[in-house]
């Protein structure tokens, strides 16, 4: 026998359904592999990059002092640091400057 759900019913099934989506997105993203330090990333610009813009060079040298997004190099905190390092990072280019730009936009959303 067929039993007929009704209004309440539908959308509780439909919540359940989005809420279980959600669960798995979240897994597929935290199994990835952990974000690098921020020292390590600026490590591979400042190899890749051999003559960086003067703009981007004080952001990229207070990379190499900082771990994660919640350190603060003096009293900058490291997200404002990654942010005007990247604003001032148009001339880095290639394949290697797209994926680390990308990974640091990333750790700053």
């Known amino acids: 026998m067929i039993t007929k759900k009704t209004g309440p019913e539908i959308l ?39 003559k960086p813009y003067y703009g981007a060079g004080p952001y990229l040298r207070a990379m190499t002092q900082l771990d994660s997004m919640t350190d603060f190099y003096g009293l900058d905190p490291a997200k404002e640091i990654v942010i005007y390092f990247l604003s001032n990072a148009a001339s880095w280019r290639g394949e290697t400057a797209r994926r680390v730009k990308k990974e640091l936009n990333s750790m700053v959303r």
């Open 12 to 50: 509780a099934d439909i919540l359940t359904d989005i809420s279980n989506e959600r669960k798995r997105e979240n897994r597929k993203t935290t199994n990835d592999s952990p974000a690098r330090s921020l020292r390590q990333i600026a490590q591979e610009i400042m190899n890749d990059w051999k």
